[in-house]
């Protein structure tokens, strides 16, 4: 089932005795969440012992899950549990092994007064698992997965409408660019911003560039874009400004070198005729990030980026075994890489 039908289904009552909620997208399983607790328990009704249980499965067992789910309750008519943390669905490996029998027991005959949501905050579920197929068959399964670039934009777009605020469609993309088109922490800066603007209807670019400040993936962003265009001077003064705001000159140079090799992965794989959004699940990317990595690297040839890319290994172990300077050695590469490519052509 798709996210948007489960909040449809939810929303009209529609009612499973067992979801299993996964993914990696906190504003969709928040958003989830609240809409499961309104429809079970009602909009105006206060959560307490009675009616709802919140477990976290770092703590707790499915034992205890188990116990809770059966247990009666005399003062409500239905309730509602929570469990969090459901590693033992996902690919990664759990800290301990569970009574997952009791869990494929209760599945077949769950208790009709309760409403139990199983949330696995993981990418993937392990579908080889016996009791991931048996959630398949008899619970229902919602994914709360990152949106794509449109998706994000259209949601964010509406939202702002339906709170009487309007945004045109620069200053739109001025924000999506500064929060990476994540749409969790693009609702926490659009909801800054609305209370920024106050009594004021639009959303203007100078809001957008006082409140949301760039993060140093955003920063990181258009220095490598700065890099990619040979423009040294901008480069090295965004360069600079991060020192001059206390960032360390290795974790620039990680993040840097991280975008070195999506610029690698991306062209080696537009070599073999795969498209963006093949790319993107290739090598698990935001699509936007390949997007963007799709322009930036029309300059280059394959090779060329992956002698960067090599060169930025080199110098962290250059500058990590003090060989290099820590502060001057990425703009040693920023000169070397432009002057590289001026000499190629």
Same mark, same amino acid.
């Given at each position: 089932m798709s996210f948007q039908q489960s909040i449809t289904q939810l929303k009209q009552h529609q009612l499973a005795p067992v979801y299993l909620l996964y993914g990696t997208e906190t504003y969709l399983m928040d958003w989830f969440e609240e #809409?499961? !607790? #309104? %429809?079970? @328990?009602? %909009?105006?009704?206060?959560?307490?012992?009675f009616n709802f249980a919140? !477990?976290?499965m770092d703590d707790a067992t499915l034992d205890d899950v188990i116990v809770e789910a059966n247990t009666v309750s005399f003062f409500t008519a239905q309730r509602l549990i929570w469990v969090k943390n459901a590693a033992f669905l996902? #690919? /990664?490996? %759990? +800290?301990? +092994?569970?009574? /997952? $029998? !009791?869990l494929l027991d209760y599945l077949e005959n769950p208790n009709p007064d309760v409403v139990i949501c199983f949330q696995a905050p993981y990418e993937k579920l392990d579908n080889r698992k016996k009791v991931v197929k048996a959630f398949k068959k008899q619970a229902e399964i919602v994914e709360a997965k990152p949106l794509n670039e449109r998706e994000v934009t259209d949601y964010v777009k509406q939202y702002i409408f339906n709170e009487g605020k309007t945004i045109d469609r620069q200053t739109l993309t001025l924000l999506l660019e500064r929060t990476n088109y994540e749409l969790t922490r693009t609702m926490e800066e659009v909801n800054k911003l609305i209370l920024f603007v106050s009594e004021a209807q639009n959303i203007t670019s100078a809001a957008v560039k006082l409140v949301v400040a760039p993060s140093l993936d955003d920063n990181i962003f258009h220095l490598s874009d700065y890099v990619m265009q $040979?423009?040294?001077?901008?480069? !090295?003064q965004l360069y600079r400004t991060l020192i001059a705001e206390k960032q360390q000159p290795i974790a620039i140079l990680? @993040?840097?070198?991280?975008?070195?090799?999506?610029?690698? $992965?991306?062209a080696l794989l537009r070599q073999v005729g795969y498209g963006q959004g093949e790319i993107a699940k290739a090598i698990n990317a935001h699509p936007f990030r390949v997007k963007m990595a799709m322009k930036q690297i029309n300059r280059y040839s394959t090779t060329r980026l992956i002698q960067g890319y090599q060169q930025l290994i080199e110098l962290e172990d250059q500058m990590k075994t003090g060989q290099i300077d820590q502060n001057l050695g990425l703009e040693w590469f920023i000169l070397k890489f432009a002057e590289e490519r001026a000499q190629a052509h």
């Open positions: #809409t499961l !607790i #309104t %429809a079970v @328990l009602g %909009a105006k009704t206060t959560l307490d012992d919140r !477990i976290d996902g #690919t /990664e490996r %759990a +800290k301990r +092994k569970e009574n /997952e $029998q !009791i $040979q423009a040294v001077k901008p480069a !090295i990680a @993040l840097l070198s991280a975008n070195f090799r999506l610029y690698t $992965q991306v």
